[in-house]
């Protein structure tokens, strides 16, 4: 979707304006911006759902039909270029059936994922695996921008067939947890500097705090200087882009993992996938919410907009203090046992 915007911004005849109906108005980024929310409204409702199913159904064919539906709800909004459908809730569907569907797949992943590795490694190992989510966006926008200045609907029906296409793969293949003997029943980015870190000192909500800590001062640097030069914008893009995404990555995988298999759960790690769904649902209110407020603070001046992320940061740093008092707490008395 954020293709055929940039279709639109550009204009098919490069006069800037959008040549598809109903997209063809002066409101067109109001029309864009309702897209937006239908879907990530739509995936942070639906992940509070998929959890509880994700534990009843066998993850290979959860997470295959999830794939089929995303890459079928994928393909039916591009197929809405070659059938000339001109009216918005057609695609406004599309986006909240495609929200809903997509819910399947990081609940799933996450317990797959956490069922062969313990949590001695686990930190690592995600950190590592999450890395896909970077390289996915990178390369979806790079597939679906070859014709994005042409027939832009092939810029959905072409990535609908390729993730289809992989969950067939995933329904042939997928090998849900290990099942050799003397490994617990397989339970028992920035994000891999997160996840390694965090496995070395067994602090995850530590080291979410400390790169948050440091993720605001260089938020305010960026403000000031990244106007500097598009050398200067990258550089501090990447230091910003990873002091945020490894809490981000560490949460929404490693930590996941950590409370889905807690031994208060007496070894039910189906609990794995209602867990990931609950936090990973939290975050994408997060991720509906953050464009709404930067859109409404904006014409206030950037500033406001960066002064609105650094505070989301420091709130982010308060919830976790608890956490974080308790991890000290324990490094704190075993260092005393030590000694004693």
């Given at each position: 979707?954020?293709?055929?915007?940039l279709?639109?911004?550009?204009?098919?005849?490069g006069?800037?304006?959008?040549?598809?109906a109903?997209?063809?108005?002066?409101?067109?980024?109001e029309?864009?911006?309702?897209?937006?929310?239908?879907?990530?409204?739509?995936?942070?409702?639906?992940?509070f759902?998929?959890?509880?199913?994700?534990?009843?159904?066998?993850l290979?064919?959860?997470?295959?039909?999830?794939?089929?539906?995303?890459?079928?709800?994928?393909?039916?909004?591009g197929l809405?270029y070659?059938?000339?459908?001109?009216?918005?809730?057609?695609?406004?569907?599309?986006?909240?059936c495609?929200?809903?569907?997509?819910?399947?797949?990081?609940?799933?992943?996450v317990a797959?994922?956490?069922?062969?590795?313990?949590?001695?490694?686990?930190?690592?190992?995600?950190?590592?695996?999450?890395s896909?989510?970077?390289?996915?966006?990178?390369?979806?926008?790079?597939?679906?921008?070859?014709?994005?200045?042409s027939?832009?609907?092939?810029?959905?029906?072409v990535?609908g067939i390729?993730?289809?296409?992989?969950?067939i793969?995933?329904?042939?293949?997928?090998?849900?947890?290990?099942?050799?003997?003397?490994r617990?029943?397989?339970?028992?980015?920035?994000?891999?500097?997160?996840?390694?870190?965090?496995?070395?000192?067994g602090g995850?909500?530590?080291?979410c705090?400390v790169?948050?800590?440091?993720?605001a001062?260089?938020?305010?640097?960026?403000?000031?200087i990244?106007q500097?030069?598009?050398?200067?914008?990258?550089?501090?893009?990447?230091?910003?882009?990873?002091?945020?995404?490894?809490?981000?990555?560490?949460i929404?995988?490693?930590?996941?993992?950590?409370?889905g298999?807690?031994?208060?759960?007496q070894g039910n790690?189906?609990?794995?996938?209602?867990?990931?769904a609950?936090?990973?649902?939290?975050g994408?209110?997060?991720?509906?919410?953050?464009?709404?407020l930067?859109?409404?603070?904006?014409?206030?001046?950037?500033?406001?907009?960066?002064?609105?992320?650094?505070?989301?940061?420091?709130?982010?740093?308060?919830?976790?203090?608890?956490?974080?008092?308790?991890?000290?707490?324990?490094?704190?008395?075993?260092?005393?046992?030590?000694?004693?």
């Amino acid at each position: 979707q954020s293709q055929l915007h940039l279709n639109c911004s550009n204009g098919s005849n490069g006069t800037g304006d959008c040549s598809w109906a109903p997209f063809d108005g002066d409101n067109y980024k109001e029309l864009f911006g309702a897209l937006d929310n239908a879907f990530l409204v739509a995936y942070a409702v639906g992940m509070f759902i998929s959890g509880i199913f994700g534990e009843r159904l066998p993850l290979r064919y959860y997470l295959s039909s999830g794939m089929l539906l995303s890459g079928l709800f994928t393909a039916l909004f591009g197929l809405g270029y070659f059938w000339n459908i001109h009216v918005l809730w057609y695609y406004i569907v599309m986006q909240i059936c495609n929200g809903l569907v997509q819910t399947t797949g990081w609940p799933a992943v996450v317990a797959c994922v956490g069922n062969w590795f313990g949590k001695g490694k686990r930190g690592l190992i995600m950190g590592v695996w999450n890395s896909h989510t970077s390289v996915g966006n990178i390369v979806g926008s790079l597939l679906a921008g070859v014709w994005v200045s042409s027939v832009w609907g092939l810029s959905f029906v072409v990535p609908g067939i390729v993730i289809a296409s992989v969950g067939i793969v995933c329904f042939f293949f997928l090998v849900e947890r290990e099942w050799l003997p003397g490994r617990g029943k397989g339970v028992s980015a920035g994000g891999i500097v997160a996840g390694l870190v965090s496995d070395y000192t067994g602090g995850r909500a530590t080291t979410c705090c400390v790169m948050l800590v440091l993720a605001a001062p260089m938020l305010f640097l960026y403000n000031h200087i990244g106007q500097n030069g598009i050398g200067t914008s990258i550089a501090m893009l990447i230091v910003c882009g990873g002091l945020v995404n490894g809490p981000y990555a560490l949460i929404t995988t490693a930590v996941s993992a950590d409370l889905g298999t807690h031994e208060s759960l007496q070894g039910n790690a189906k609990a794995l996938s209602t867990v990931t769904a609950i936090i990973d649902g939290t975050g994408s209110i997060g991720a509906a919410l953050g464009p709404l407020l930067a859109g409404l603070i904006s014409p206030t001046g950037w500033n406001n907009v960066f002064y609105m992320l650094i505070t989301a940061d420091v709130l982010a740093c308060l919830l976790l203090s608890r956490v974080v008092l308790k991890e000290t707490r324990g490094w704190c008395g075993s260092m005393a046992r030590k000694r004693g």
